[in-house]
């Protein structure tokens, strides 16, 4: 039977039992929020989701390098918000951006998310074709920067920025053996997690390929990958398929609706009352 996580004692009717969770800093069950970029973010519109539900929050990603827009102080008052409620920060794969202008701009750009305080950079190539070992070196930089590497690895050539189905689907798709191969040297090279683009599995396609994430799974386990998920249906599938402990990339604005699944507090049809963990 589930019963209070070691860090419930100051949640609100601690004596209803849950789901067990660990605390941070997780290794399994990580949840990864998505900051300003559907909608702006400031430090008191964080500050409320961080008090309210930071617990459950293990990073917080920019997308589409909305942080190059912002001002500089800014972005290091809304990292430092997030560090003092233990929630890493990532620059999401605006380094293919960055990329397009040579290597010097590359460095300047490590060393300022390292000056700002960042604490993860994410390396993808959704949009550009980027030679294997390139991309390996790269996260050799990034780590020798002294900050993490998280390679994003998808399917679907052209990825990213809400590109229409149509579109996606005239690019294209790699074989998803080609990804697990990707993957795993990713690991090897000493990444510390690989998010698995969703663009061709379960985004903008006319069926899921739930092939792919079988596949990936089997081959690597769940600990060391984190899967896109920024809706409901596909978040619920994968806590539904794979457990409450699966890592997943959501919305800011999901947060509370993803963390109740987790829990097993409440639910859809289908999964209301069966997602339970045992910990002995």
């Known amino acids: 039977m589930a019963r209070p996580a070691s860090d419930d004692s100051g949640r609100a009717f601690a004596f209803l039992k849950v789901n067990q969770r660990a605390g941070k800093p997780r ?8 900051g300003p970029y559907y ?3 400031g430090r008191h519109y964080l500050q409320d989701v961080l008090e309210t539900m930071g617990q459950y929050v293990d990073a917080l990603k920019f997308a589409g390098g909305s942080f190059s827009l912002m001002p500089r102080q800014v ?4 990292i ?3 560090h003092a409620h233990q929630v890493q920060v990532s620059t999401g794969g605006f380094i293919e951006y960055v990329l397009a202008q040579g290597a010097e701009a590359v460095r300047r750009y490590l060393r300022e998310c390292k000056e700002l305080g960042f604490d993860i950079v994410e390396v993808s190539s959704g949009f550009i074709s980027v ?3 390139d991309l390996l070196r790269l996260v050799e930089e990034v780590q020798k920067t002294g900050l993490k590497a998280k390679p994003e690895v998808g399917i679907q050539f052209g990825a990213g920025g809400a590109t229409a189905a149509a579109e ?3 690019e294209g798709t790699r074989d998803p053996e080609w990804a697990v191969g990707q993957v795993r040297r990713f690991l090897d090279a000493g990444a510390f997690m690989v998010m698995i683009e969703s663009e061709g599995i379960t985004e903008n ?3 899921w390929r739930t092939d792919v994430v079988a596949r990936i799974v089997n081959a690597l386990g769940l600990e060391r990958v984190m899967f896109e998920a920024a809706d409901p249906e596909v978040f619920a599938w994968y806590v539904k398929n794979y457990g409450p402990e699966v890592n997943l990339f959501v919305d800011h604005s999901q947060i509370v609706q993803l963390e109740c699944l987790r829990s097993g507090i409440w639910g859809t049809k289908s999964l209301w009352g069966r997602v339970h963990t045992y910990k002995g």
Do not use: F, H, K, Y
């Open 27 to 34: 290794t399994r069950g990580v949840t990864e929020i998505r």
């Open 75 to 78: 972005v290091a008052q809304l």
């Open 168 to 170: 996606l689907e005239a």
């Open 205 to 207: 396609v006319r069926s």
């Open 39 to 41: 909608t702006p973010m």
């Open 131 to 133: 030679p294997a070992d």
């Open 80 to 82: 430092e918000l997030c």
